[in-house]
């Protein structure tokens, strides 16, 4: 989604306020949990929901309505790609755009691309890093992107960069602009951190 | 932040695909950066707070440790089931994810070796039972010896040609899978940060 609403002074250095973001955390390692509790909370965040696997996460989802979800892929029941998909569902009653970060031990090309095809907005790799985890959150929060939805996909545009030239079989057509152009916000951010 | 309206959608349609955009609703949790802010890293902040549950490391490791151990016992008492392979794999993947933030670089590269052999071999029941075993005995090897300082070399020397013989005996069974073998031989592409 653009920052269509107020938009951002580009002089201007911002923070992110935590304490105002409720989150809802998705593993069933318990460990992993407490790392994710322990880092958000010294980011300053209050609200930190959890769950240990993909149903719970559904339910958990749609009754504290999060802003963002942090999930891990692997899990018992469904999985965190069938969360993020469950999710991702245009029509549904919830709330089908909040960020989904995934963070993952899966690390190989072809997770990455069908955890993008899931409609996962940012992908983070274990081990797990406080810096990582906050570059994630800020790029969510700062540099939101547009939601394209086609037949078969529903979810943030999987084109971070535009390319005018490619003509390829998965161009998407059209008369008009085929990318909204957005205010990047992510650089200015982070040199606040 | 959550309770919030959903911002309107602003939908624009092409032949192929709808843009969807909408103000960011998580603009409101950006703020200027202030003179307070200047003294104050979340980032480091969230690097201190994970550093004060080190402490839990060691024992988590081992718990971790244990349940794959207990994964193997079942691999070789009931065979390789799709419930004993899962629990294998997920043990392994845990181990993966979680032993470099815990301390234990080692055992998480023994652990992602296993991974690939459970993942990758055409058929489980025909991998030498010795392989996957001494996968895990290394990994607890490892995780035993961790603190002893001339144990380091060894414990990356036997992570090291675990991971050559396993990837050797994926790239043979693997020759007429391509999709396999591109898989195995492809670097991660995800950034660690």
């Not at chain 1, 322990?38 to 749609?62: C, I, K, N, Q």
């Not at chain 1, 406080?130 to 939101?144: E, T, W």
């Not at chain 2, 004060?52 to 244990?66: I, P």
């Amino acid at each position: 989604m653009v920052n269509a609403g107020i938009p951002l002074d580009p002089g201007v250095m911002y923070r992110i306020d935590f304490n105002k973001l409720r989150f809802l955390v998705c593993d069933d390692n318990p460990h992993m949990r407490r790392i994710l509790r322990t880092l958000l909370h010294s980011f300053g965040a209050r609200e930190v929901y959890e769950a240990e696997d993909g149903a719970t996460a559904l339910e958990m989802y749609s009754h504290y309505v999060p802003d963002i979800v942090i999930t891990d892929w692997a899990m018992p029941i469904f999985d965190g790609l069938e969360l993020a998909q469950m999710i991702r569902q245009p029509e549904s009653k919830g709330n089908p755009f909040a960020p989904i970060i995934m963070l993952t031990g899966h690390t190989e090309k072809r997770r990455v691309t069908v955890a993008r095809d899931a409609g996962v907005t940012e992908f983070l790799a274990k081990p797990i890093s406080a810096k990582g985890l906050y570059q994630r959150i800020l790029n969510v929060v700062a540099n939101p992107r547009p939601f394209i939805k086609t037949k078969t996909y529903f979810g943030p545009d999987r084109r971070r960069n535009t390319n005018n030239a490619y003509m390829g079989p998965e161009r998407r057509v059209g008369e008009k602009a085929e990318v909204l152009q957005q205010p990047s916000l992510l650089d200015k951010a982070r040199s606040a951190i | 932040m959550a309770k919030q309206k959903t911002p309107a959608l602003q939908i624009e349609t092409y032949a192929t695909h709808h843009v969807i955009t909408q103000p960011n609703p998580l603009r409101k949790v950006l703020r200027r950066a202030g003179e307070k802010d200047t003294d104050d890293d979340p980032v480091a902040r969230a690097e201190k707070a994970l550093a004060g549950l080190s402490g839990e490391f060691r024992d988590w490791m081992e718990k971790e440790t244990k349940r794959l151990l207990s994964a193997h016992a079942a691999v070789v008492e009931k065979g390789f089931t799709n419930e004993t392979r899962e629990e294998l794999f997920r043990a392994a993947h845990d181990i993966k994810g979680d032993a470099v933030t815990f301390g234990y670089p080692q055992a998480a590269a023994t652990a992602e070796s296993l991974c690939r052999l459970i993942e990758h071999a055409p058929d489980l029941r025909k991998v030498p039972p010795d392989l996957i075993e001494h996968h895990v005995n290394a990994i607890q090897a490892i995780v035993h010896e961790n603190t002893k300082l001339d144990t380091i070399s060894v414990s990356s020397e036997l992570s090291r040609r675990l991971r050559k013989v396993a990837d050797e005996y994926l790239a043979r069974v693997n020759r007429d899978r391509p999709d396999h073998l591109e898989a195995i031989l492809a670097p991660s592409i995800v950034p660690a940060d």
